[in-house]
Every structure is written in C-alpha cells, then in structure tokens.
C-alpha cells in the first residue's frame, strides 16, 4: 500500500446539479436507493502506484471494460452507512471508523487493496461537503452513503486484481417505517446458505448478496419479508438474515445473539446494541443458538421478543417465523417493548436528540 496516499480530493463540481425544486420534491419522498445526489467519490488504486487521484466528480455512469474481473470473479466489496440531520441543522455520520476498518477487512478476505481508514473518511465528508443539501430533516430521513470497491483489471485470468477502484455514491433516504415501525414475518430457509465456514459471510461484498436472493423470493412466496439463514454445516444454528443480525429477548431481559463465527456479518448496529443494552444493565450473551432453541423458546413464551438490526433500518422487530414445517408467533403480535424501546435509544443519539456518552457521533458539517 502507498503509505502517501492522497488526502486532498480533486472536486469537480457538476454543471448539472438538481434544480432546488426538484431536490426538495424528492427529499419529501425519498424512498430507499433510488435516487442519487449530484456528486461520487472515485479514488483509483494500481499495484504500482498505490491510491491515488483522489476527486469528487459528478455523479454518472462508470466506463468499465467488458474483460473487468468484477465482472467475471465479483471481487467486489462495499459498505453502509447514514449522515443524520440535527435539529439544529449540523450534519452528523454515526461511528464511520467502524464501517472504515469492517471495509479493510473485508477487502483483505477479497483480496482488494485495503483503503487506509482515513482516507475513508475523508471520502465520506468530501461528498457530504459538496451534496449537503441533499441530506433531508424530516424525522428518521437519512442521507445513506454506500461506499464500494471493486476490481478493474481488464484480464480474464483468475487472480487477484492489480487494478482497483473505490468510489462512494450517496442515496437521501426516508423513514424506513414511514407508518410507524412496523413487525415483519421472517422466513426461515432451510435449503440454502448464504455463507459458508471458511467463505466470506463476515466480509460486506456483493457475492454473499447475490446467494440470499433466490431464498429471498422463497421468503416473499410465504408472505415473509427477510429470510433468516442456518449454519451451513450442520443446518440448525442461527446466523443472521439477508443483510441484518438477529437479536432475541428473553422474558427475564436478558439478549440473545449469535456468536460471530467468521460466517456472519459483524453489524455495527448489532454492536451498538449490545452496548446500549449492557449500559441498561441487560445480560447480553453471544453464542451459538439453535433453530429448535429459538422455535420452543417463542412457544413457550421463554423468548419474548425477537428483532433483526442493521443500518437501513436500524431495528425491525420479528413478528412470525415460518419454515417448511413450522410457524410461531402471532400475525397481529405488536413490536416488543425492549425492542422498540432500544431502536428509540439508537435512533435518539443518531438524530442527537439525546447524549451520545460513547462518542459514536462524528459531526461533518
Ligand atoms: C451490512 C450487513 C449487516 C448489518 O450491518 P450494520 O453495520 O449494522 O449495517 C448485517 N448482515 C449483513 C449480511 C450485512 O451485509
């Protein structure tokens, strides 16, 4: 790696910005990644020279040649993260060091060039600077910043790329429960995995992505919106879903989640909780859970609660849970009560509506 990797962005601002009105219409009604603001972040990265060209461009299309290993191999990573609007305007990211080091490790498990965490952020609050306007202030809207890398090499030969590029692109965001949050059913596959022991389910890329999307649609066929995975080994741990861990509550408060085995994603949400609730005085235990174990537990009431957590939507909480042979939970079951209280917490330091005593707030604008 170029130990003098470049700091200073090159911005080249787009003659072509959305006009205010047409901003302001779409910050009413953002949706989730489906509109784009008027800049991206590309920094580009050979064997030889290391990072370098550093800018901020206007937003638009990649030139990629067909022969880019991306392309054929998915060496592809890519990560999440939300700049919040305070009530007094300021404009904040929420633990981005985090996202910054998950990143390295991901790319060092896709054989990617890691990019040095400050250069990471620095790539985050360059884009921020110049697209400010597009981070919205109605309450739990977002500006979601989706930084990614991938390989560019222009070679059909299977072997890690001497070309890269990393560039990050920003999406305004809305209310993720825009009718009040609201429980979803979670369906559980039993026939597919979507990471393996020794496989890259702890690294954030695109390719433990493309394997949850079959099931995916096997969930949305049984009225569930996610899918929740087992252990590919033996088929009855449970790992995480899609694209978010998985908490359980216990009746006597205490938190369940699975242990970070090397095929589950380490959420910085699932982090974020598992402080905020030690901080309450909540056992919080980490370890293998079964399907059986979570099935009974929902049965007998011993579970009383059970949530998925990620970045998108911070906390969605669990409703039902169905396989091929089995079903728990209550179709009109109302969100539990530690689950929403904690998704309250969260969302509070986030939007700087209360205190922040882990200092997990960095504040760019
Ligand atoms: C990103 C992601 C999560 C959630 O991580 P956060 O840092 O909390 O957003 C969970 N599981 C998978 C598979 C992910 O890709």
């Given at each position: 790696m170029n130990s003098a990797a470049p700091l200073v962005f090159d911005i080249t601002e787009s003659t072509h910005r959305q006009n205010d009105d047409l901003r302001q219409k779409i910050l009413a009604n953002p949706g989730f990644g489906v509109n784009f603001t008027d800049h991206m972040v590309a920094i580009d990265w050979t064997a030889q020279q290391g990072w370098h060209d550093a800018r901020v461009q206007p937003y638009g299309p990649l030139q990629i040649d067909p022969a880019s290993s991306v392309l054929h191999y998915a060496q592809e990573i890519f990560e999440g993260l939300k700049a919040y609007r305070h009530a007094d305007g300021s404009i904040w990211i929420f633990r981005p060091l985090e996202n910054g080091l998950r990143m390295q490790r991901s790319a060092e498990r896709l054989a990617l060039p890691p990019l040095p965490e400050d250069l990471f952020l620095e790539s985050i609050k360059a884009l921020i600077r110049v697209d400010d306007m597009w981070v919205p202030s109605a309450p739990e809207t977002s500006l979601y910043l989706r930084p990614f890398m991938i390989a560019n090499e222009r070679f059909l030969g299977v072997r890690a790329a001497q070309r890269a590029a990393y560039y990050v692109i920003a999406s305004p965001a809305g209310a993720y429960f825009p009718q009040g949050v609201a429980p979803v059913n979670i369906w559980v596959s039993q026939e597919h995995s979507r990471a393996a022991r020794?496989?890259?389910?702890?690294a954030k890329c695109g390719g433990n992505y493309s394997a949850s999307l079959l099931p995916q649609q096997e969930a949305s066929r049984h009225d569930c919106s996610q899918v929740l995975f087992l252990d590919s080994q033996e088929g009855k741990y449970l790992e995480e879903l899609g694209g978010m861990n998985l908490f359980l509550v216990k009746r006597d408060g205490t938190l369940l989640t699975p242990s970070l085995t090397g095929s589950i994603l380490e959420g910085v949400t699932r982090d974020s909780i598992i402080t905020l609730a030690k901080d309450r005085g909540h056992e919080v235990v980490e370890r293998k859970i079964s399907l059986d174990e979570m099935l009974e537990g929902l049965r007998s009431g011993d579970i009383s609660e059970a949530f998925a957590c990620g970045t998108a939507a911070v906390i969605t909480p669990i409703r039902m849970i169905k396989g091929e042979s089995f079903t728990v939970g209550e179709p009109n079951a109302p969100a539990g009560e530690l689950t929403m209280s904690l998704r309250q917490e969260l969302t509070d330091i986030q939007y700087g509506r209360r205190a922040d005593p882990h200092h997990w707030m960095m504040k760019v604008l």
């Amino acid at each position: 790696m170029n130990s003098a990797a470049p700091l200073v962005f090159d911005i080249t601002e787009s003659t072509h910005r959305q006009n205010d009105d047409l901003r302001q219409k779409i910050l009413a009604n953002p949706g989730f990644g489906v509109n784009f603001t008027d800049h991206m972040v590309a920094i580009d990265w050979t064997a030889q020279q290391g990072w370098h060209d550093a800018r901020v461009q206007p937003y638009g299309p990649l030139q990629i040649d067909p022969a880019s290993s991306v392309l054929h191999y998915a060496q592809e990573i890519f990560e999440g993260l939300k700049a919040y609007r305070h009530a007094d305007g300021s404009i904040w990211i929420f633990r981005p060091l985090e996202n910054g080091l998950r990143m390295q490790r991901s790319a060092e498990r896709l054989a990617l060039p890691p990019l040095p965490e400050d250069l990471f952020l620095e790539s985050i609050k360059a884009l921020i600077r110049v697209d400010d306007m597009w981070v919205p202030s109605a309450p739990e809207t977002s500006l979601y910043l989706r930084p990614f890398m991938i390989a560019n090499e222009r070679f059909l030969g299977v072997r890690a790329a001497q070309r890269a590029a990393y560039y990050v692109i920003a999406s305004p965001a809305g209310a993720y429960f825009p009718q009040g949050v609201a429980p979803v059913n979670i369906w559980v596959s039993q026939e597919h995995s979507r990471a393996a022991r020794g496989g890259t389910g702890a690294a954030k890329c695109g390719g433990n992505y493309s394997a949850s999307l079959l099931p995916q649609q096997e969930a949305s066929r049984h009225d569930c919106s996610q899918v929740l995975f087992l252990d590919s080994q033996e088929g009855k741990y449970l790992e995480e879903l899609g694209g978010m861990n998985l908490f359980l509550v216990k009746r006597d408060g205490t938190l369940l989640t699975p242990s970070l085995t090397g095929s589950i994603l380490e959420g910085v949400t699932r982090d974020s909780i598992i402080t905020l609730a030690k901080d309450r005085g909540h056992e919080v235990v980490e370890r293998k859970i079964s399907l059986d174990e979570m099935l009974e537990g929902l049965r007998s009431g011993d579970i009383s609660e059970a949530f998925a957590c990620g970045t998108a939507a911070v906390i969605t909480p669990i409703r039902m849970i169905k396989g091929e042979s089995f079903t728990v939970g209550e179709p009109n079951a109302p969100a539990g009560e530690l689950t929403m209280s904690l998704r309250q917490e969260l969302t509070d330091i986030q939007y700087g509506r209360r205190a922040d005593p882990h200092h997990w707030m960095m504040k760019v604008l």
